[in-house]
């Protein structure tokens, strides 16, 4: 068996994947190996049942800065240029599909808050987004004002970016298209890695009782990834927080995305109603918001490394405290650790979330799916004390690791462009930027 590689790429969710195939297609290195140590692919959070399904194009996210969203925009574009160009027709609407997507805001501050980002130059990046007022709203998606008081103020910003994606599928096709264009292209399913060091020419990963030599490690591990950069003793002054999300569902009852307007500096998105990519005749609500002490979700077996990942010393202590002190943090927690109760839990949910989106929606119309949803690793700056937004990247000398909170999948393409010139240029070859741009930096 082979145990001489380029490059090791330790998981198979979407980050990894979208690596496999960037330097299978874009650059000549060929001996790449893909571990992952569950017996499928994307059986985590890239799963499409455990996100939101939502391609973020930085629009309609309230919570982010006009940087963000410049550069969430160019990513989601690279992935909707995969699958335009690379994949075909018939592959690609499994994958993606266009859908109807805003922000609602309700009440007299969260309509501020959106008149505030409408006038705030988004439209520099975001042309075709519309400031919609109740009239409006009701024609699109009525169920969103059906039964709602008079007097209720409302505003919605309607985007012309709405895509629902399945992002475990799409997971699949790049290690098929991979496979196609490298024939040294290896997979492996069930191996779990356990361990890596450094060499002198290189590292040394212990994975399923083997001893492998690669060049170059990629960890796109999910939440393991910052255990793993700790295990190397890179710390990057960060943390993990897990957030916890699950879903409930209904009947279909709106036509496409409905997100909300979120409060304070929270760098995750507030509940919202999204349709299945999988299952036209569901509404989903969600994700709630959790704290379990797990790196993955349903996994008791994961709170050690969770342990090591949190890493506590001063530094995260004080950002804990500060985090814990914030009043918007402080009443989402409240609020969603109750909506998983038995018998009460539905009527908190309905009356605090999903009426507010749908003001007619009953008790019976809701059902929790507790074998939905994922965790988020939520990133600690510990330099700042506080929740970091997004996704972190740690390069440095022959390793990567991807730690990948929403919208981690929506930005896949655009990570792996950023590591495969990374890796080209570590070993010394190069990144065919030509065939990218005419694959897939083709603009929407
Ligand atoms: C509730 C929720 C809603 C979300 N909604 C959205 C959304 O709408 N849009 C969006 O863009 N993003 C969303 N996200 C974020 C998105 O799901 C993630 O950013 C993305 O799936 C991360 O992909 P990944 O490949 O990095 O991680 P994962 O999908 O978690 O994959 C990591 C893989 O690494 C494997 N692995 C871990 N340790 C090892 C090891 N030691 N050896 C071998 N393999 C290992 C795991 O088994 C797993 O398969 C959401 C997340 C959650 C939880």
Redesign the pocket.
């Known amino acids: 068996m082979e145990k001489n590689f380029d490059v090791i790429i ?8 979208s690596l496999l195939y960037m330097l299978s297609r874009y650059t000549k290195i060929r001996r790449v190996l893909l ?4 017996g499928s ?7 499409s049942r ?7 194009f930085g629009d309609i996210e309230t919570n982010y800065t006009l940087d963000k969203s410049k550069k969430v925009k160019e990513y989601a574009e690279y992935l909707l240029g995969y699958t335009r160009n690379v994949l075909d027709r018939g592959e690609s609407r499994r994958i993606i599909r266009k859908c109807q997507k805003m922000v609602l805001g309700v009440g007299h501050e969260e309509v501020e808050a959106l008149e505030r980002i409408y006038g705030s130059g988004i439209l520099d990046i975001f042309p075709g987004l519309k400031r919609i007022e109740r009239r409006e709203i009701a024609k699109i998606e009525p169920k969103v004002i059906e039964g709602r008081k008079g007097n209720e103020r409302v505003l919605a910003l309607l985007s012309d970016k709405g895509y629902m ?1 399945d ?1 475990g599928r799409l ?1 699949g096709t790049f290690i098929d298209k991979a496979r196609r264009y490298n024939r040294g292209v290896r997979v492996d399913t069930g ?4 361990k890596a060091r450094r060499t002198n020419d290189g590292y040394v990963v212990h ?1 399923g009782g083997r001893e492998l030599i690669s060049k170059f490690v990629v ?7 910052l255990h ?1 950069a700790k295990m190397f003793g890179y710390d990057e002054n960060l943390s993990i927080l897990s ?5 409930y569902f209904s009947k279909r009852m709106l036509r496409g995305k409905v997100y909300r307007v979120q409060h304070g500096h929270i760098p995750f ?1 507030a509940i919202h109603a ?1 349709p299945d990519i999988n299952n036209g005749s569901v509404t989903r609500f ?2 709630t918001v959790t704290v379990p002490p797990v790196l ?2 349903g996994h008791l077996g994961t709170l050690p490394d969770y342990v090591r990942s949190f890493d506590i010393d001063l530094q995260t202590a004080i950002s804990l405290k500060r985090i814990l002190l914030n009043k918007d943090i402080m009443r989402i927690i409240r609020r969603n650790m109750s909506y998983g109760l038995p018998i009460v839990g539905k009527g908190l949910f309905l009356k605090n979330e999903a009426s507010k989106i749908i003001p007619t929606i009953k008790a019976g119309d809701l059902w929790l799916d507790k074998s939905t ?4 690793p939520q990133i600690i700056d510990k330099t700042k004390h506080f929740l970091a937004l997004g ?1 972190a990247k740690i390069q440095r000398e022959g390793l990567i690791f ?11 393409v655009g990570s792996a462009l950023e590591d495969a010139r990374y890796i080209s240029k570590y070993l010394g070859t190069d990144f065919n930027e030509g065939l990218f741009n005419k694959e897939i930096a083709t603009k929407d």
């Open positions: 330790v998981g198979g969710g979407v980050t990894g994947t571990l992952e140590k569950y692919m994307a059986s985590l959070n890239s799963n455990s996100n939101s399904q939502t391609l973020h994606v992002f997971a191996v779990e890695v356990k994975a960890f796109a591990t999910g939440s393991y990834s793993f957030i916890g999300g699950g879903f998105a999204d969600g994700p993955e979700k949803g994922g965790i988020r996704e991807n730690i990948t909170p929403s919208p981690g999948a929506s930005s896949c």
